[in-house]
T-cell receptor, first 115, second 110 residues
């Protein structure tokens, strides 16, 4: 257990569905992240939140909509996804995104399959 | 541009041998580097880190070496065990971004 919990662990959704991924961290961290992990590709940073404010949107399509109601919770709202969006979605947190020696702790991920 | 790459996608080693996983990075401004281990069905797990003002750091059975001249990072695992089988990622930090490499799969055979 890393202190970062993601739900659900697995999700299958149709292209017209709307679903949400949830992430919760119990580490008292101020920064939270969404990463996408596809087969044979590096982890891709999607969004960065620092003190609940979005500080990075790495050219992510609008069908992915993040929400950070507080420093402990992060959501990723999904709608009208494409099959190529199938991947492992990882949430991470760190004390802050600016400093050195700030490792990121990852959740176990949500395995998303779009059919 | 920013990129982190790995020399070998798969590394097979015999149990008890030492493993060396390599990583090349291209951004000379990166000041912090991390190695992560990802087991099947799990998220990446922190192994060891190193700052750019160091060239070597040791942990329990693991050592990270940083060569800034050639922008190369390596992870050495001593006495590799079956439980070390996983995908290993290096990551470099530049300002607020943590950029990951593709990963190397380490397979340990008896």
């Amino acid at each position: 257990e890393t202190g970062v919990t993601q739900t659900p662990r697995h999700l299958v959704m149709g292209m017209t569905n709307k679903k949400s991924l949830k992430c919760e961290q119990h580490l008292g961290h101020n920064a939270m992240y969404w990463y996408k992990q596809s087969a044979k590709k590096p982890l891709e940073l999607m969004f960065v939140y620092n003190f609940k404010e979005q500080t990075e949107n790495n050219s992510v399509p609008s069908r992915f909509s993040p929400e950070c109601p507080n420093s402990s919770h992060l959501f990723l709202h999904l709608h009208t996804l494409q099959p190529e969006d199938s991947a492992l979605y990882l949430c991470a947190s760190s004390q802050d995104p600016w400093g050195v020696d700030t490792e990121a702790f990852f959740g176990q991920g949500t395995r998303l399959t779009v059919v | 541009g920013e990129s982190v790459g790995l020399h070998l996608p798969t590394l097979s080693v015999q149990e008890g041998d030492n493993s060396i996983i390599n990583c090349a990075y291209s951004n000379s401004a990166s000041d912090y580097f991390i190695w992560y281990k990802q087991e099947s069905g799990k998220g990446p797990q922190f192994i060891i880190d190193i700052r750019s003002n160091m060239d070597k750091r040791q942990g329990q059975r693991v050592t990270v070496l940083l060569n800034k001249t050639v922008k190369h990072l390596s992870l050495q695992i001593a006495a590799t065990q079956p439980g070390d089988s996983a995908v290993y990622f290096c990551a470099e930090k530049n300002t607020d971004k943590l950029i990951f490499g593709t990963g190397t799969r380490l397979q340990v055979f008896p």
